[in-house]
Structures are given as C-alpha cells and as structure tokens.
C-alpha cells in the first residue's frame, strides 16, 4: 500500500537548474486561504445576482 500519502523526496545530486527545476520553489499552498476566500466572495455575489434576477423581474 505504500506509505499513505506522505509524498515523495528526490535527492539531487546536482543544482536543480540541471535538472529543469526552479533554484528557489515556492509552495503552492501558501495561498490557499486567500483563494478559498476569493471563491466564497464569487459564490456570495453569484447567489446575490441570482436572487436579484428573480426579485427584480417584472411580475
């Protein structure tokens, strides 16, 4: 079953450039909360635009 997900670890045996990756990798999870965020502020204005359509249409 392998080790359950705690990912990998490569042993570079030489600057990463060699290898085509980036000198300085950045993680990509650093940003999550701030896009979680920006996806609940489209969902809210979607539901707003939404109930908007439905209130203001002509009866």
């Keep these: 079953d ?3 997900g705690d990912g990998a670890f490569f042993l570079l ?3 990463p450039e060699v290898y085509g990756l980036p000198p ?3 993680v ?3 940003d999550l909360p701030a896009m979680w965020k ?3 502020l489209a969902a809210l204005a979607m ?3 939404t109930v908007a359509a439905f209130v203001g249409g002509s009866s």
């Design 2 to 4: 392998g080790v359950g």
């Design 13 to 15: 045996l030489d600057e």
């Design 24 to 26: 300085d990798p950045i």
């Design 28 to 30: 990509t999870t650093r």
């Design 38 to 40: 920006r996806a609940g």
């Design 47 to 49: 539901a707003a635009a």
